[in-house]
């Protein structure tokens, strides 16, 4: 396979690191990375020849429209997580730009990174997120919006990553993996409540092994799926769904704490404490509060592809984030 030219943002973030590490290291394809500050990147970008590093603003993204127009490949993962006109300007108008700047006769894909909190329970967009959302969840709802009308519309990939694990020594944590630490901190006060809630996560690693099986398979007919109700241009990224109370259950097995009888945690009692302790609480986390079962249809992990999965129960959460696990 002859190599692609790729063009991605975001290698500084955690998702970022991850998907950069694996094509530098398992590819030959010749890679242009916009960074900010080369000084954040964890993974060394000197390995091998065809890794050209970009210090550039995504809101420079005009400065690149010649480079951008001999592109194969874009990659796009860089998100702005701050107020609502930066939300704005990074994730709906520059993001469009780039896409823009592109060239249909030789750009072969675009994988665009959204997120799964902007779907409903059928894959479906979730209204609440376009009212409700954070200044991120609106402006990736607002994105979401705008890709059909493009010139490359029929080239996009659309990733929706739900819950995000990933982060060591060499790469920035998520803010899923950052916490692992406090839900196990909290266990014995937690092991005695049960809630009606579910979700799904993925680590970083993986999805990095669905981007690179992506990229060099960039017709839906190479595709090699073992569930044929994938859809190429959106992609939930994500393991089989937990509940909540499985996940306690997983937790306290790893650390050999015993459960022996769990009190329901109602909506009704949140609200109460909620009210008793004046906590501050957003429009979209009163609505996740309510909502609860954050899960989707048709989830993509590397084994949708036939590729073994790094991280695929919360077990191996555990075992990834090096919390040690009771002796018996």
């Not at 329970?121 to 376009?130: M, Q, S, T, V, W």
């Not at 803010?175 to 979700?199: E, P, Q, Y």
């Not at 609480?281 to 993509?300: I, L, S």
């Amino acid at each position: 396979m002859n190599p692609k030219r790729i063009f991605l943002t975001g290698a500084s973030g955690c998702i970022g690191h991850y998907i950069t590490e694996a094509l530098i290291q398992e590819t030959d394809h010749e890679l242009y990375l916009l960074v900010r500050n080369p000084a954040k990147l964890g993974f060394d970008y000197e390995a091998r020849p065809g890794i050209t590093i970009i210090q550039a603003d995504l809101l420079e993204i005009e400065r690149f429209d010649k480079l951008l127009k001999t592109m194969d490949v874009a990659i796009l993962a860089a998100t702005a997580w701050g107020g609502p006109q930066e939300a704005f300007d990074i994730n709906v108008v520059k993001t469009i730009r780039l896409m823009n700047l592109l060239n249909p006769s030789i750009c072969e894909q675009v994988i665009y990174f959204s997120t799964a909190s902007i779907l409903n329970r059928n894959n479906e967009l979730l209204k609440e997120a376009g009212q409700l959302g954070s200044d991120y969840i609106r402006s990736k709802y607002d994105c979401l919006g705008r890709l059909s009308k493009l010139a490359i519309a029929s080239k996009i990939t659309t990733l929706f990553p739900t819950l995000v694990l990933g982060g060591d020594s060499n790469k920035p944590y998520s803010a899923v993996s950052s916490g692992i630490a406090d839900v196990v901190k909290w266990v014995d006060l937690i092991r005695w409540l049960k809630a009606d809630a579910s979700f799904h996560f993925i680590h970083a690693r993986d999805i990095a092994q669905v981007v690179r099986y992506l990229v060099d398979h960039p017709s839906s007919k190479d595709l090699n799926l073992e569930e044929d109700a994938v859809i190429r241009d959106r992609m939930v990224l994500g393991n089989q769904r937990v509940t909540a109370n499985q996940a306690v259950e997983d937790v306290c097995a790893y650390l050999g704490k015993k459960i022996y009888f769990r009190l329901p945690l109602t909506i009704w009692l949140a609200n109460v404490i909620i009210v008793l302790f004046r906590i501050q609480v957003a429009a979209w986390d009163r609505f996740a509060m309510n909502y609860r079962h954050f899960t989707h249809q048709d989830v993509v992990n590397p084994g949708t592809f036939g590729l073994p999965t790094y991280c695929p129960t919360f077990t191996d959460v555990l075992k990834i984030s090096g919390i040690p696990e009771a002796r018996n």
